[in-house]
């Protein structure tokens, strides 16, 4: 299994950012792919999250990103996005995407440890 993020940069505050996701290599049963950040001297936070198991897709977002950040897939593309409106200087961190195959625990879809596998990481400055 292999991720790869990328669309990070520096913007100013009140802009926008899109990541991406590119997964290869697991199961498209069942599985959660995750955005997760970390800002120097914190811990790793999870973002944001997009999980399918069989038909049903379920979104996920940690408190401080609701209603300003947005996940989303395409399945041709094997692509999960996350979609950044309203960037405050609080999310300036370097953000990882990881991915859980296997069946669905949705209170453990923000905790680190629940991910076999991570991408490197792509930094999002927000300063004006």
């Known amino acids: 299994v292999q991720l790869q993020a990328s669309g990070g940069g520096l913007v100013q505050p009140g802009s926008s950012l899109r990541l991406s996701c590119v997964a290869s290599?697991?199961?498209?049963?069942?599985?959660?792919i995750g955005w997760f950040r970390q800002a120097p001297g914190k811990e790793r936070e999870g973002v944001s999250c997009i999980s399918q198991e069989n038909d049903d897709v379920f979104t996920f977002y940690t408190d401080s990103v609701k209603g300003r950040f947005t996940i989303s897939r395409d399945n041709a593309q094997n692509t999960v996005y996350l979609q950044m409106n309203s960037l405050k200087p609080e999310d300036t961190a370097v953000y990882y995407c990881?991915?859980?195959?296997?069946?669905?625990?949705?209170?453990?879809?923000?905790?680190?440890?629940?991910?076999?596998?991570w991408g490197q990481g792509t930094l999002v400055t927000v300063s004006s």
């Open positions: 990881a991915i859980h195959e296997g069946r669905i625990i949705t209170g453990l879809v923000h905790n680190s440890n629940y991910y076999d596998y």
């Open positions: 290599g697991f199961s498209t049963g069942h599985y959660a």
